[in-house]
């Protein structure tokens, strides 16, 4: 028995102890209320949102109307189409610009975007510093000391021996030492001394030992396990993973930011050339009646049409400024210096809005936006991470026990230089060992405690919080929608006022030319032609108002449903920069096609010299004014029939609620996955 305890054996038996409770205490285990919250989470939250996407029905898209819907040709283009296209200011440099490279400009140069790139990557390096706490750790260490002191005994150099006590140490440690995931540290050592000293009892007079040693404390209780040990990993990864959606929400922010900036300039060139043409008409009546002043112009007739041209004029300077403000505005979203490079460019849209109707699926539009919203996506992963916060907070309730396991290998020989004793520590000697267990538990551990209840409460509020971001989504996707739909709309009855307006005009300006002489009456006309001349410029100005509006509101409702970059073909590319650091960029996709379930549906491409027909429709709102330009894909119109919906917004709402309780119960994941995006669980999985 004795040789037994001295012997090799038992030293292995200990070390495969100490393995095999390194590999139990590795199992993550969860305890029963914790599943059952889970269990009741996934459950509440299914309910509630499913109830929240069935109420989303088709009596939702029948907004208030007095009739039914007007009627607009899809390929109506307005006269004006051609000029905003063109140059306006005659000293200037035209430069013409689609609006999809100012999408690709604005990613590539914003210092705003560039910004919200960064954060990624800033965040990202917390997971390598995270990894940093399992690094292996090589250290080494060599002192000389020599002790020269009184001797306070005789026991310490001898009877008869000197009165002070001399020693001469040399000592060098070499070693790897390293913590592993289950919260073992791990250090194997070799010791090398060289010792002399006075003492009659040092034999012989110079030595040389060697110690190799191996030693493991393995927390059994608090600190102990992977899913512990790991935390900090998979808190990084998550918090990396929410930068990435905020990166998104902002470039989607900021695309549409840059959309209705477009828009705004097509706007304002629109409006300066109906105001253009509206000073033209006038100025020829006055020119008319200035010819005929003589003849049978009244006096109150010339000034009542040169007053109307005045005033014309006026709007027309405020016009041309509002176009330089239009550009400076896109300049300033873009913040590329080789946009406008100078005072005397001019920026022209390449791009014409679409009035074609859109046919939409609220519900299906809805249940886009669950799966694809950043802000949902960082709802549920700062839930995960609170989840595992309040897990590991757990773990440090319990008291710390620590098994401690050390073996050993000693070898002594007569000292010629310090590596003597190495190759003698491997004959004929026999390892040492030491088992023991550290205990500690703070009385009544208030800081635990503490801890892990604002844990819980954070759990808690971060559940409130994916409810309240989730019914803002939903409000927001509900008001895109009625706004495509009320939109187009406007442009459709803005259309039959232009019209209107336009008859107007023309039956007045035929009337006043025939009227000759002082004895008809034509000071009436005249009046009731400037008039009407003021309702067509409102007209077509609320027409073009109405129909930028419709184009800006579709690209909202792609916002609300978080798909606007997979709409415009857009991905998130990983480069590095001249200095070797990482860069994320947002480009194009190579010929890529747009996955989006609301899609605006095609607009009429308007060639320069002839009007455009059914067989020019590009399926992409908006398309550039080009020979052959890029169009996207064509749409099928998303089903509205209740049974798919019906199926895909319950799908939706037990992948929300399943979410919500994989990060509350929090199920054993690798922390080293090589995908940090975590998504969503499709249904069916």
Not at 106 to 130: C, K, M, Y
Not at 469 to 493: G, N
Not at 618 to 626: D, N, Y
Not at 627 to 650: F, H, I, L, S
């Amino acid at each position: 028995m004795r040789q037994f305890w001295e012997s090799k054996t038992y030293v292995l038996s200990c070390l495969l102890v100490a393995c095999g409770l390194m590999l139990a205490s590795c199992q993550t285990r969860l305890a029963k209320n914790d599943k059952d919250f889970g269990r009741a989470t996934q459950k509440r939250l299914s309910d509630n949102f499913h109830q929240q996407i069935a109420e989303l029905s088709q009596a939702e898209k029948r907004l208030p109307s007095t009739g039914a819907a007007p009627k607009m040709p899809a390929d109506y283009s307005p006269w004006w189409a051609d000029g905003v296209c063109g140059k306006i200011f005659e000293s200037s440099r035209p430069a013409a610009y689609p609006l999809d490279e100012l999408y690709v400009r604005a990613l590539q140069h914003s210092s705003q975007i560039r910004v919200f790139s960064d954060v990624p990557l800033i965040r990202e390096t917390g997971i390598q510093e995270a990894r940093g706490e399992f690094d292996t750790h090589l250290f080494a260490e060599a002192t000389y000391e020599h002790v020269n002191e009184p001797v306070s005994t005789l026991l310490k150099t001898g009877v008869g021996g000197p009165n002070r006590f001399k020693q001469w140490e040399s000592r060098v440690e070499v070693g790897v030492k390293k913590k592993l995931a289950t919260g073992a540290e791990v250090t194997l050592s070799q010791e090398l001394r060289r010792t002399t000293n006075n003492s009659i009892y040092f034999d012989p007079h110079r030595q040389s030992t060697a110690t190799l040693a191996l030693t493991v404390i393995q927390p059994l209780l608090r600190g102990a396990g992977c899913e512990y040990n790991r935390a900090r990993i998979r808190i990084a990864k998550f918090d990396t993973e929410i930068a990435r959606n905020e990166f998104v929400r902002q470039a989607e922010g900021h695309l549409l930011a840059v959309n209705r900036a477009y828009w705004n300039l097509y706007f304002a060139r629109a409006t300066t050339l109906q105001i253009q043409k509206l000073v033209k008409d006038t100025a020829a009546i006055v020119s008319k009646l200035e010819q005929r002043k003589d003849i049978d112009a009244m006096e109150g007739e010339l000034m009542r049409a040169k007053a109307a041209l005045s005033k014309r004029r006026a709007d027309l300077v405020r016009a041309e400024v509002a176009i330089k403000n239009a550009e400076d505005r896109i300049k300033a979203l873009l913040n590329d210096p080789t946009l406008l490079p100078s005072p005397q460019a001019e920026l022209l849209p390449a791009s014409m809005p679409s009035i074609r109707p859109i046919k939409i699926d609220m519900k299906q539009a809805a249940v886009v936006a669950l799966e694809n919203r950043p802000e949902i996506l960082q709802s549920f992963l700062q839930l995960k991470a609170s989840a595992i916060r309040k897990n590991v907070s757990k773990n440090e309730l319990l008291p710390q026990l620590d098994l401690i396991l050390s073996t050993s290998l000693m070898g002594l020989d007569q000292a010629g230089c310090l590596l003597d004793g190495f190759d003698n520590q491997f004959h004929g000697a026999h390892p040492g060992f030491l088992v023991g267990l550290k205990f500690d538990y703070p009385c009544p551990n208030n800081t635990a405690k503490a801890v892990y209840r604002r844990r819980r409460l954070e759990i808690r509020q971060q559940l409130a919080d994916i409810q309240t971001t989730v019914d803002t989504v939903l409000l927001e996707v509900k008001i895109s929608a009625r706004e495509v739909m009320t939109a187009y709309r406007e442009v459709a009855t803005r259309y039959e006022a232009l019209k209107a307006a336009e008859e107007d005009v023309r039956v007045l300006t035929k009337r006043w030319d025939s009227s000759g002489g002082a004895q008809k009456p034509a000071i009436g006309y005249l009046q009731l032609l400037i008039d009407a001349q003021d309702r067509l410029a409102s007209a077509e100005e609320e027409f073009t108002r109405s129909s930028v509006l419709y184009n800006v509101a579709t690209i909202s409702l792609q916002r609300a449903q978080g798909t606007l970059l997979k709409y415009e073909d857009l991905e998130i590319k990983r480069t590095r920069d001249d200095a070797g650091l990482p860069v994320l960029n947002i480009s194009k996709k190579p010929n890529g096609r747009p996955v989006a379930p609301v899609a605006p549906a095609a607009p009429v491409t308007k060639p320069a010299s002839k009007p455009a027909s059914a067989k020019a429709i590009a399926p992409v709102a908006p398309t550039r004014i080009s020979a052959a330009p890029a169009a996207k894909p064509a749409y099928k119109p998303v089903a509205t029939t209740a049974a798919p919906t019906t199926v895909a917004g319950r799908a939706a709402a037990a992948a929300v609620a399943k979410r919500a309780m994989t990060a509350t119960a929090l199920p054993v994941m690798t922390a080293d996955s090589s995908r940090t995006i975590d998504r969503w669980a499709k249904p069916g999985k």
